[in-house]
Each structure stands twice: as C-alpha cells, then as structure tokens.
C-alpha cells in the first residue's frame, strides 16, 4: 500500500482523513522521508492513519506482549511500541537487516529501542521458537502475503482472551475480488480471508482501512 495514501480513498477524502487523524511528528516525518529514499519499495510502508489506527488499538488492549510481522523501516512498528503499556514488549520479525536498521535509528530516536525485540530471519522459524504458552495480546500481520495463514496459525493459540490480531493488505488493491485470479498473492489473500471467516475459534471484521485490515479477536 502507498505510504501516504489510503488505497480506496480519492485524493480530497484521503486528506480529509488524514487531517482528521493525528499528524504525523519529527520522528515520523524523518522515517517517511528516509523510506522514501529507498525508491518504489516505500510504497510497503503503512499510511499515518493506519500507524494511528495501530496505536489506537494498542492502547486499548495494552498488551504485554505484542508481535509484528514484517517491520520494514519500522513505521508500523514505531506506532505500536510507542502506544505499549509499561513494561510492554514488542517482537519485530524481518529478513532484511537493511531495512530493519533504518528502523532501529527511528526506534532509538524516539525512544522505544529498549522495548522492541528485533529477530532477523524468516519469521515462521521466529513465531515457532516461541513458547507453545506464551500468550500474544496484539499482533499485526505484514509481510509475505504466501505466509499469511501460517503466521496467523501460530498466532491463534497464543492469542489471549482480549487479544487483537490485525492483517494488513488484506483487500489487495480490489484484486481479492478477481475469482480468476492466479497470482500468488492474490490466492493467498483470498485464501486467508475466506480461512478466517470460517474459523469457529474467531471472530473477525474487515475494515476498509488502507489497503484493508482483518482484525481478528478469540470467539
Ligand atoms: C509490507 S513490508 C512491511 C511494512 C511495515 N509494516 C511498515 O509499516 O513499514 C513487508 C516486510 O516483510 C518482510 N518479509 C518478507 N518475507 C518475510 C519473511 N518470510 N519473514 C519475515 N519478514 C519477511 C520484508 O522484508 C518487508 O520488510
């Protein structure tokens, strides 16, 4: 999804949107812009409103632990350490060491470096490392559409009773409405989504937000 832009909002309402959300500060605006320097791919990075939307939800759940998968430059990741409760842990799973350093820079600026744990590698082998009990009470899904569902398997067991899972890009640009479809990701989403809903162990709701949010809580 665009960094600046809600995928299925035409330019005017976008900015009303984001005019109506908490503005982006220093630390943001310095990670926007040293994302945008990498070229094309800052286009992977969450819109404000959806870091806002994260730390909104953060801070109602305060969880004592909470995991994202796929950090990037660390966007989504500086909202939700931002918004932990007091002793609070975040675990950011990447593969790639150059863009999760760019998020450590912007971690330490604003001052959240000592409540993230960062993991660089595959992030199934990181989720599976994980104690079978180890309750996760938020967790925030963004990396390789194909690993969805096994992210997200490994997440419900460990979901505690008030926990928020929530599945970015999830409507695909409008794509996870082409029944034809044959790209990986596409089938991937659809996949997943269709997984959720007929997953008796959750409940879940589809927001149109960004490029989509599922945000799935225990039955
Ligand atoms: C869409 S970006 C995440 C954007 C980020 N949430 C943000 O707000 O800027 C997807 C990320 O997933 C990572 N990724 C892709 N495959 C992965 C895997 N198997 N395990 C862990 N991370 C992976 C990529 O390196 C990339 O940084």
């Known amino acids: 999804m665009t960094g600046h832009r809600s995928f299925f909002l035409e330019e005017a309402l976008d900015a009303y949107v984001q005019a109506h959300s908490p503005p982006v500060d220093d630390v943001q605006r310095s990670l926007i812009e040293a994302t945008a320097s990498l070229g094309p791919v800052a286009r992977m990075q969450v819109a404000p409103d959806q870091a806002a939307f994260l730390a909104l939800l953060v801070a109602a759940v305060r969880p004592m632990f909470a995991v994202e998968v796929g950090t ?18 975040l675990l950011c799973c990447d593969v790639s060491a150059e863009w999760t350093d760019i998020a450590r820079e912007h971690w330490s600026r604003a001052g959240v470096d000592d409540r993230v744990d960062l993991v ?10 994980l104690p079978a009990d180890r309750e996760v009470d938020f967790a925030f899904l963004d990396a390789d559409k194909a690993g969805y569902l096994a992210y997200y398997e490994e997440m419900v067991p460990r979901l505690s ?9 999830v409507l695909w640009s ?16 659809q996949e997943f989504n269709d997984h959720v809903m007929s997953d008796d162990r959750v409940t879940s709701v589809l927001l149109s937000v960004g490029d989509g949010i599922n945000l799935i809580r225990r039955a």
């Not at 660089?120 to 490392?129: G, N, S």
């Open 174 to 189: 409008g794509r996870v409405l082409d029944a034809g479809a044959d790209d990986a990701d596409t089938v991937a989403l």
């Open 161 to 169: 009773p008030h926990g928020l899972i929530a599945v970015d890009n």
């Open 120 to 129: 660089v590698a595959p992030a199934l082998d990181t989720l599976r490392a």
């Open 72 to 89: 990037f430059t660390g966007f989504s990741s500086l909202a939700i350490a931002r918004a932990l409760p007091d002793g609070g842990r």
